[in-house]
């Protein structure tokens, strides 16, 4: 119920700073798209080096799309975010830094400018295997996931309220399914015994969005998705992020990220990811 509280208190904050720019009714209709391809790049090497240190390489390369239906009734916003990095340090074999398959797509039904019913249906997984890696030296890694293992397919209805150009959120009922196949953990029921390679459970999802212009080349986005189930209200998942994005050019940018999830099912501690990358924008679409 803490937590519950606490993220209450961080969204109506929030909100409250959102800039009060009232939405208006977008009278262009038909399809419209959207795709960014990106290709993040770091090496570090070193020649007759007395200092210390490793040899480098990464990279993360991913596309970031959206395709949206506009009509005088209905909005259809189908989104796409696909990402995978690796890196190398010397000389060993290539570890994974980055893999998501983040797919989404929203039906609104316009009642008025600001709050509408919704339908909704989303997938989040990966394109590869998952290790761990141990910091014994000789042990051989572990492998802890793989495409489609786990696979979190939402599905939900309610109602989305656009509070302004830069942020908007939607509350409603959902249906929440977890799909593994050789890693079973993710689906698991806690404090039970048996196997459950496919978790189904219902409860409340809440999603909000923001995308707030910092400076002339400089654009702050944030995302937050909740998920209560009805049979632990209390152990509210949560996946946040967000991300600074800087403009150098119109091919080159910087990016500052930070990814968090918070699975009590999972682990007891909130996971933490984040990165500071500088690379290649470009606008497809």
């Known amino acids: 119920m803490k937590k519950l509280l606490c993220i209450s208190s961080f969204l109506v904050v929030f909100i409250s700073a959102a800039p009060r720019v009232h939405a208006q009714a977008d009278t262009v209709y038909g399809w419209h798209h959207a795709l960014i391809a990106e290709l993040h790049l770091a090496e570090v090497s070193f020649t007759h080096w007395t200092q210390g ?22 909005n259809w916003t189908t989104s796409y975010k696909l990402d995978f990095g690796q890196t190398r340090l010397d000389g060993q074999s290539l570890q994974k830094t980055d893999d998501e398959i ?39 890694p572990t492998e802890v996931s793989n495409f489609f293992d786990p696979a979190y397919i939402m599905e939900g209805a309610g109602m989305g309220w656009v509070v302004s150009k830069a942020f908007q959120t939607r509350l409603g009922l959902a249906l929440r399914e977890i799909i593994t196949n050789h890693f ?102």
């Open 102 to 140: 983040n797919l989404e797509s929203v039906l609104m039904y316009k009642l008025g400018v600001h709050v509408n019913p919704f339908a909704s249906v989303s997938l989040l997984t990966q394109f590869a295997p998952g290790y761990q890696y141990s910091d014994t030296a000789g042990v051989a």
């Open 53 to 74: 240190g490793v040899n480098a390489l990464s990279y993360i390369a991913g596309v970031n799309g959206q395709s949206v239906r506009n009509e005088p009734k209905t």
């Open 184 to 285: 079973p953990q993710y689906a698991s029921e806690p404090l039970e015994s048996e196997v459950k390679k496919v978790r189904v459970q219902g409860g409340l999802e809440s999603e909000s969005e923001a995308e707030i212009p910092v400076d002339d080349n400089v654009l702050f986005r944030a995302k937050i998705d909740l998920f209560s189930p009805f049979n632990t209200m209390d152990r509210i998942v949560v996946h946040g992020e967000g991300s600074l994005i800087a403009k150098v050019s119109k091919v080159f940018s910087a990016e500052l990220s930070a990814l968090f999830i918070n699975e009590p099912d999972i682990s007891p501690y909130t996971q933490i990811k984040q990165g500071l990358s500088i690379g290649i924008s470009y606008a497809l679409l």
